[in-house]
């Protein structure tokens, strides 16, 4: 499955179209934004409660009963979801550690995403005091709890970067035959192996470039038509053919968003 990249905002799409993850975040550093989150949670809930005081002061039972649940919602529930959905899948926890909640995909989530992780965790976070969101996000490794599994999400550590090599460009020598080559679909362990050794070639020392390039060179020949042009540098022709699959790969995706804007419209929630 291909993606556009970390973010829907940046268009990062490998030499392979290749499905980037971005790191999920350690159970340790979970644990730790919640802390946060429920000490924030606190707060607003002291602070709500002393809000309200001058309401509360002679009001009946129930009323009381009320005021206190509507509060305590409000502070375990809504606040998360609009923390979540305006900063875009971080709450003030999650602002402290350098953590984002993102889509499976890795795409930011919207408000259903936030809605569904709140209502969820309200039961499994603070009604069983954490003890089934820990059991569960320690049984899979993106340390997911069971909202993450029902809205579809996972949390990552925002503050890393992946540094991503330039992407091969097109030879204009090549140019011409790029734009009308056949390419069959690559074995795995070749398209590895080219994206490597581009990625490495500088530093290696001419000969080893050139004993490589030239058995990747060789390899590569049974998966194009026409053949290059007679004389182009092997290095020149693997660049050319990473290259021109990134380039269709792009168009692809081009045409699948606008099909699937065309069926089912765009997503009013994001």
Do not use: C
């Not at 649940?69 to 900063?87: C, G, K, M, S």
């Not at 991503?164 to 070749?190: H, M, R, Y």
């Amino acid at each position: 499955m291909a993606t556009r990249g970390i973010f829907e905002s940046e268009g990062f799409v490998t030499s392979e179209a290749v499905e980037l993850d971005l790191p999920a975040a350690s159970l340790p550093l979970r644990m730790t934004s919640g802390l946060l989150d429920l000490i924030v949670a606190i707060l607003l809930g002291l602070l709500g409660l002393w809000l309200l005081s001058g309401i509360i002061s002679g009001a009946d039972a129930a009323l009381l009963r009320a005021l206190v649940i509507l509060t305590v919602v409000l502070a375990l529930v809504a606040v998360n979801v609009a923390q979540e959905t305006l900063l875009r899948g971080r709450t003030v926890g999650k602002l402290a550690l350098g953590l984002r909640t993102v889509r499976d995909d890795a795409g930011p989530i919207g408000f259903r995403h936030a809605v569904i992780r709140a209502l969820v965790g309200f039961v499994e976070v603070w009604l069983s005091v954490g003890a089934l969101a820990l059991i569960v996000a320690a049984t899979n490794e993106r340390a997911k709890r069971l909202g993450d599994f029902l809205a579809g999400t996972y949390v990552v550590r925002d503050r890393h970067r992946l540094r991503l090599p330039p992407p091969p460009q097109t030879d204009p020598l090549l140019q011409e035959w790029a734009q009308g080559v056949d390419i069959a679909t690559l074995p795995d362990g070749l398209s590895v192996a080219l994206r490597q050794f581009l990625g490495r070639a500088g530093a290696l020392t001419p000969t080893a470039r050139e004993a490589t390039g030239s058995r990747l060179y060789g390899d590569l020949l049974g998966y194009v038509a026409p053949p290059p042009p007679q004389g182009a540098p092997p290095i020149q022709v693997l660049a050319t053919v990473l290259a021109e699959r990134r380039r269709r790969d792009d168009l692809r995706l081009d045409r699948e968003d606008a099909l699937r804007a065309k069926v089912i419209g765009a997503d009013p929630l994001h």
